[in-house]
């Protein structure tokens, strides 16, 4: 299991970064992105910081992989490209975008400009257009299945749409607290009620492995 969007109390969640990856790692994650929402006020302090502990953390968890990453969250949908740009600059491995979930008064157009910046996952991005389906797979950007109660309500919509038209999709649990964590089990379960089908379960979790290993590449060139 792969999570790629996970929260500390360096925004929202309740967790040291060290206790969430040692969590993380009990429970049979074998790599983390933690990704703490930003905007532009805090962007240039949480960053740096969850960079600082992921390096603390390289190969202390039988080589569990912890990254550093950002979640560009309520942002006016003309500066998210700026942020990503700057999330990537101060060391983020994974850019996530906060997007249109059903849950939020998210601005309309965060899907597109979360594309359109070229960010590594769209979260949650509740009923988005198949424009912006197609312009994600044509960014390579990945749509979210969650785990998190509220931004699930479009789970089903976003995978059927996103398998339609060959759009990558990826499975995490947007952690926050202890609670939230989910075993490979649990993210199938998620992905089966999302109406996945089973015999393509194993290439979702090939999507977030590749998206870790293309954007750790990116980071070190």
Known sequence: MIDLHMHTLLSDGELLPFELARRAFVKGIRAIAITDHVDASNIDFVVPRILKAAKKLRGVFNGMEVVAGAEITHSPPQLIKDLVKEARELGACIVVVHGETLAEPVAEGTNRAAID?????????????????????????????????????????????????????????????????????????????????????????????????????????
């Open 117 to 221: 910046a070229g960010c590594d996952i769209l979260a949650h991005p509740g009923l988005i257009t198949t424009e912006d389906v197609l312009y994600a797979k044509e960014r390579s950007v990945a749509l979210e299945i969650t785990s998190r109660k509220g931004h699930s309500i479009s789970n089903g919509y976003v995978a059927q749409t996103a398998v339609k038209f060959g759009c990558p999709i990826v499975v995490n649990t947007d952690s926050h607290a202890p609670g939230d964590l989910m075993d490979r089990a649990g993210a199938e379960w998620v992905l089966l009620g999302a109406g996945i089908d089973r015999e393509r379960i194993s290439s979702v979790f090939e999507t977030s492995r590749s998206i870790l290993e293309k954007s750790l590449k990116r980071l070190s060139s």
